[in-house]
């Protein structure tokens, strides 16, 4: 992808926080030389995307000129966790092409080595979180004060049952907001676990509520204080049950499963979501699971529904397809 526009200082600081290696090129419409080499600044861009090139109009941001010491165009500016470690004047393409060379391997090495120790950290940390009480929610804000609907909701729904649970704010730990996803393969906030086994969002506490079956999946874990690891007994095989294969490969040519038709959604979640799917203009196909609720549960590992799939991949169920879409964002998660 080609370079991203510098707009102002404030951008430009985020950006030396967030990313290893960032490449600035100072230009100006006037200087014929510097306009010709961001295209080959662009062209770079597209080929080493380990680091992160920008663009700086050098007249229009003079604070971000003035900061790197920037006396003409073309120059280039090669910056390290936020400090300079190499500086271009002048039309030198080659240079500039070799110095993004170098530090594009600099850039790969260090993100392969983030994704493996660090890794391990923030796994360790995400395991003592989940022992550190029987119920656990990870949410947005506290109890006292929830920082989204979602979270005030769920919170609600649990005070209701009348268990005792403790909370983490992920909002004041980007770390833990952000490994707790991956972890979990659960994209989005509020999360419930219970005995360090990922629950669900708001959709799925909801329903379990709705049938009365919240209580019994939070007792255990209150009146027993199972830590992480416990064993659970697993409930006994059904009689004549189709074998797996065979139910996997039914599932794998469903794209979304849901409870009743789009024309007649027979629950208030499947009505939801598929008000989401229409307002937002998406096609899409619907299995009714309450003609046949066999084995997509477990090939899903999610207990409720409804789920929505988008190449054969779950995307999830109705809390994580709202704040898709309230984000803007779900054209984007089902193209």
């Not at 659970?232 to 409870?259: D, F, G, H, M, Y």
Request: with cysteine; glycine share 6%; charged share 25%.
């Amino acid at each position: 992808m080609p370079a991203t526009v510098l707009e102002s200082v404030q951008q430009l600081q985020k950006l030396v926080k967030e990313k290893s290696v960032v490449v600035l090129s100072f230009w100006a419409e006037w200087a014929a030389p510097s306009v010709e080499l961001n295209v080959v600044f662009d062209q770079l861009a597209d080929l080493n995307q380990q680091i992160f090139f920008a663009k700086v109009e050098a007249e229009k941001l003079a604070d971000v000129t003035e900061q790197f010491d920037i006396s003409s165009v073309p120059s280039f500016v090669f910056l390290q966790k936020g400090k300079i470690v190499h500086k271009i004047e002048g039309a030198f393409g080659s240079q500039l092409t070799e110095q993004v060379v170098k530090y594009s391997k600099i850039a790969q090495a260090s993100s392969q080595e983030s994704t493996t120790k660090p890794k391990e950290g923030i796994n360790v940390r995400l395991q003592k979180l989940l022992s550190k009480s029987p119920i656990m929610l990870f949410m947005k804000g506290t109890p006292e004060a929830p920082q989204c609907g979602f979270s005030r909701k769920i919170i609600d729904l649990i005070k209701a049952e009348n268990v005792q649970f403790d909370t983490f704010n992920i909002l004041l730990d980007e770390e833990v907001r952000q490994g707790l996803k991956e972890y979990s393969n659960w994209p989005t906030y509020p999360q419930l676990y219970v005995n360090g086994k990922l629950v669900g969002g708001l959709d799925i506490v909801r329903e379990l509520a709705e049938e009365g079956e919240l209580k019994m999946t939070l007792q255990p874990a209150s009146s027993q204080g199972a830590a992480v690891g416990d064993s659970v007994k697993e409930a006994p095989a059904k009689e004549e049950k189709p074998t797996k294969e065979n139910l996997n490969a039914r599932i794998e040519a469903l794209l979304k499963s849901s409870k009743g038709t789009p024309a007649a959604p027979q629950c208030g979640f499947s009505r939801k979501i598929v008000d989401l799917l229409n307002e937002n203009s998406v096609t899409f196909n619907s299995f009714n699971i309450l003609a046949d609720d066999e084995g997509l549960k477990e090939y899903s590992n999610w207990p409720t529904y409804p789920q929505l799939y988008n190449n054969a991949k779950l995307v999830g169920g109705l809390d994580i397809v709202k704040e898709l879409a309230e984000e803007g964002e779900l054209a984007q998660a089902l193209e």
